[in-house]
């Protein structure tokens, strides 16, 4: 009987190690739950059509992709908490995430110990790459997007005094707003009121008032889509009727729902702000994307969306490039990538670790209808 125990653990343990072989683990962390829970969705969403993709043609390196999702709530500190569980005992040869800059920067520490190779679709703000060279990231970066949408206002808008009112917690919008300010009073532009507040706050009506005695001709909220759908709301019924402007971190499909007071995004209607990509772009891969996301999902993808898909294949292609999954040949083949045909655009890495790639503005038009306004290029 003993004989047969040992002789059965053994088979077990061969099989455990049959089955380890028979996949590549790949980490994602992101914000599924909590109040930037689009966001995590959106990107799940993308790296998992990417995903599906690759196996359906055959995987990569001759297996199968599997990707191990972790939930951080939408919170930093559950952040870290995620990529290390995927780090150290998921052993996973590479990372996908986060979308917000501060969730990153608490994940990318433990990659860049661990040489885990970390590939961020959408975190926009410099420090994140700054962290070491197994980091790496897809999209714009903060100095670009506030310099774009500053030139926006003052040369397009003709708004020669600004408000800025951003979350003072995080990293992204402090970056982005700073960004804003240096490149609008470059310009001859003036700053003439600077309002704070926190992620989860309900009332900003105080400091709507303040702003609105200084009299500017816009606003420029650098937030996440929650608070910007509530304020847009708070701002109108104060009389506060002036443009609103931001960044990236307003898309999502609920904003307009939450910045709607007769009609669907009336309380945005005029308004403006930076994006990855544009769904009315007649580009046949935009709409060639956006057909299968819709029969998917049963609805237009955002940028979050798209920039998951992205930087999920952007990986696969690195890791096939390298011929391994070793961290350091992944990191390597990562950052020799060039020219790279996703979704959102042609992808570069830089020497930086970051992607060179063009930006758009979009209006928030009747009926909550985003509508391409420009092109930006780097």
């Known amino acids: 009987m003993r004989k047969w125990v040992i002789f059965g653990l053994i088979l ?14 790949i980490g994602e962390f992101g914000g599924l739950t909590g109040s930037t ?10 790296i998992d059509m990417a995903t599906e993709e690759l196996n359906a043609a055959g995987g990569l390196l001759g297996k199968k992709v599997q990707v191990i999702v972790e939930d951080d709530r939408s919170l930093a500190e559950e952040a870290a908490s995620a990529v290390k569980k995927l780090v150290t005992q998921d052993k996973v040869v590479a990372v996908l995430g986060e979308v917000a800059s501060s969730r990153s920067l ?41 310099e774009a949408m500053a030139k ?47 992620e989860g706050d309900q009332d900003f009506k105080a400091q709507l008032t303040s702003i609105k005695g200084k009299k500017p001709e816009a606003i420029f909220i650098p937030g996440y889509y929650t608070e910007v759908g509530l304020i847009a709301r708070q701002a109108r019924e104060l009389g506060l009727n002036i443009p609103l402007l931001g960044g990236d971190g307003w898309d999502s499909p ?9 009609k669907p995004g009336d309380a945005l209607k005029d308004c403006y ?26 609805e237009v993808p955002d940028a979050m969306a798209v920039l998951g898909y992205d930087a999920a294949n952007i990986l696969y292609d690195a890791i096939k490039r390298a011929g391994s999954t070793e961290g350091a040949k992944i990191r390597d083949a990562l950052a020799q990538t060039k020219d790279f045909p996703g979704v959102a655009g ?3 890495i830089d020497s930086a670790r970051n992607a060179r790639k063009p930006l758009v503005v979009l209006k928030i038009a009747e009926g909550g209808k985003y509508e391409y306004t420009a092109t930006v290029n780097p």
Do not use: W
């Open 346 to 348: 042609s992808t570069t």
């Open 152 to 198: 926006f206002a003052f040369d397009n808008l003709k708004v020669k005094k600004a408000a800025i009112f951003k979350d003072s917690k995080n990293d992204y919008s402090v970056g982005l707003a700073q960004y804003f300010a240096e490149t609008f009073q470059k310009l001859g532009g003036q700053i003439v009121a600077e309002e704070s507040y926190f």
């Open 254 to 262: 609920k904003l307009t729902e939450i910045a709607t007071i007769k």
């Open 106 to 146: 608490a994940g990318a520490p433990i990659c860049q110990e661990n040489k885990i190779p970390m590939v961020t679709p959408s975190s926009t703000n410099p420090k994140v790459t700054e962290i070491g060279d197994y980091i790496f990231r897809v999209c714009f970066i903060d100095p670009f997007q506030g």
């Open 273 to 298: 702000f930076s994006n990855h990509y544009a769904a009315d772009d007649p580009n046949p891969v935009i709409q060639d994307f956006i057909k299968k996301y819709q029969a998917k999902y049963n």
């Open 12 to 25: 077990a343990a061969l099989s455990g190690c049959a089955k380890k072989e028979d996949v590549i683990k």
């Open 37 to 46: 829970a689009t966001f995590g969705i959106s990107t799940k969403n993308g």
